[in-house]
Nanobody, 115 residues
């Protein structure tokens, strides 16, 4: 059974940074593509960034390119999202999943960007 637990969210001012973590269990994490998705207030899920099983391949939505970095540490079954230069539009609940739809996602972690 896929289990994913997101953490690291919080309240940050515009221009600030946060690092999200996602701890995985119940499946072969090191052989699985992983993605971060988010849900802004009143909106649907949207994928933010994905990373291949080895970490060699990554892909980002245009609205986070140059600001967010997705990485993984397979030895620790952990996925990360470093978020810099945060904007108010980045506010939402962030989830990790095994695809761009957020499959298997956990409860998510709230990110609020506000002055």
């Amino acid at each position: 059974e896929v289990q994913l637990v997101e953490s690291g969210g919080g309240l940050v001012q515009p221009g600030g940074s946060l690092r999200l973590s996602c701890t995985a269990s119940g499946f072969a994490f090191g052989r699985t593509l992983m993605c971060w998705v988010r849900q802004a207030p009143g909106k649907g899920l949207e994928w933010v960034a994905c990373i291949g099983s080895s970490g060699a391949w990554t892909d980002y939505r245009d609205f986070v390119k140059g600001r967010f970095t997705i990485t993984r540490e397979n030895a620790k079954n952990t996925l990360y999202l470093q978020m810099n230069s945060l904007k108010t539009d980045d506010t939402g609940v962030y989830f990790c999943g095994t695809d761009g739809r957020g499959s298997g996602r956990g409860q998510g972690t709230q990110v609020t960007v506000s002055s």
